[in-house]
């Protein structure tokens, strides 16, 4: 299966560069994915125009399955009606035909509105639980703009997602292989009890952080191996640089804490 991971694209910002966005638009064509996973933060303040300048790009892509989530950007100016006009449902689920089978893809808004740091909300675990467990016929994977693990790099942490211990304990025991997340600017991978947390960087936006440039992510899988390489839009091989590269193996499950399972099962929670 292959995925092109992107997000933070902020239409509106005066660093916004549009070239940029047309560059990764084109090369995902050529790339031919399975699944564009768009991140979050179409926009920089949530307006109608930019979300439907945003839209004018995307629509441009020729995968059959483009998945939008919303950021805290597009969550200003209470852009999430504009939204759902334009993009559709902000929670969605959908399956995705791969050589590897059909990929669950649960898609979530963890934005509030006018604040930066998010949450999944327990009103959603249910759903999530329901429309992962039991899925064996290909990956799974969560699309979230919000980061559930801090990212390296990117300076003192204080939006990172409210409920993420909660969260990850939900994705570990429903062993869901991906979560693809953005919001730092900053391409970065995680792997933990076998879920591959993904982070993109922004890419078509010059507010990167350090000497970080705009990029977006290209993520192969196979029956054994899932790779993540960064891709600078407009660059071609020459902007290739591997992430990483991991076994779709899980190494550590939920056995190893059994005493402790106890006190963090989210389904026992008392909320």
Known sequence: ???????????????FRPELLEAAVRETNELRPDLVAVAGDLTM???????????RHLDRLECPH?????????????GYRHFEDIF???ARSLVVPSPQGEAKVVAIDSTKPDLDEGEVGREYYAWID?????????????????HILAVPGTGRDVNILRDAGDVMAMLRELK?????????????????????VIHSGTVSSLRVRGTMPPSYNLID??????????????????GETPL????????????????MERFVRYEEMPF
């Open 221 to 238: 899988l196979d029956d054994e191996t899932v790779r993540i390489t960064l891709r600078e839009p407009g660059k071609g091989k020459e």
């Open 45 to 55: 303040e949530g307006y109608r125009w930019e979300f439907e300048e945003a839209r």
């Open 88 to 90: 559709g449902s902000r």
């Open 176 to 196: 869901v292989d991906m979560v693809l997340s953005g919001h730092r600017h900053v391409p970065y991978v995680w792997s933990i009890s076998g879920v591959r």
């Open 130 to 146: 329901s429309e992962f467990r039991g899925w064996e016929r290909g990956p799974k994977i969560l699309m979230i703009h919000h």
């Open 244 to 259: 990483a590269s991991f076994s779709r193996k899980p190494v550590t499950t939920s056995r190893f804490y059994v005493e």
């Open 1 to 15: 299966m292959r995925i092109v991971q992107m997000s933070d694209i902020h239409v509106g910002s005066g660093l």
């Open 66 to 78: 483009v998945v939008v989530v919303m950021g805290n950007h597009d969550a200003k100016s209470v």
